[in-house]
Nanobody
Framework: QVQLVESGGGLVHSGGSLRLSCVAS????????MGWYRQAPGKERELVAT???????NYADSVKGRFTISRDVAKNAVYLLMSSLKPEDTAVYYC????????????????WGKGTLVTVSS
C-alpha cells in the first residue's frame, strides 16, 4: 500500500504562484511514476503533469510553460511549481502514484491523495 499526503494549496491572485508538495509513504519502492491531477467543480478529473522515476515528464497543454513538476525519488516526494496562475486553474489538486506490485501477483496500481484546494481569484 502507498499513502499520499498533499500540501501547499491555498488562495492566490491571478498571476501568482504556488508550490504543491506530495509525500508518499508505505511501499514506496513500488512507485514507478508520480503526478498531479485536478478536478474543478462540474468537470472531470484531468491530468496536470506526471513524472517517471527516470525523469520523463508530461504536461497538459493548458499548463505547459507555467507549471513545473519535479520529483525527489529518495524522499518519495513530488512537487508542482505553479506560476502565472489563472482563475481557470482553480480546482482540487490530487497527487497520484503509479506502482508495480508483485504481491499477491504482478499488477499495476494507482494511488491517490485526498487533494488540496487551489483557488485563484481574478
Amino acid at each position: 500500500q502507498v499513502q499520499l499526503v498533499e500540501s501547499g494549496g491555498g488562495l492566490v491572485h491571478s498571476g501568482g504562484s504556488l508550490r504543491l508538495s506530495c509525500v508518499a509513504s508505505g511501499n514506496t519502492f513500488s512507485i514507478n511514476a508520480m503526478g498531479w491531477y485536478r478536478q474543478a467543480p462540474g468537470k472531470e478529473r484531468e491530468l496536470v503533469a506526471t513524472i517517471t522515476s527516470g525523469g520523463s515528464t508530461n504536461y497538459a497543454d493548458s499548463v505547459k510553460g507555467r507549471f513545473t513538476i519535479s520529483r525527489d525519488v529518495a524522499k518519495n516526494a513530488v512537487y508542482l511549481l505553479m506560476s502565472s496562475l489563472k482563475p481557470e486553474d482553480t480546482a482540487v489538486y490530487y497527487c497520484n502514484a503509479k506502482t508495480t506490485e508483485l504481491v499477491p501477483y504482478y499488477r499495476r496500481m494507482d494511488y491517490w491523495g485526498k487533494g488540496t484546494l487551489v483557488t485563484v481569484s481574478s
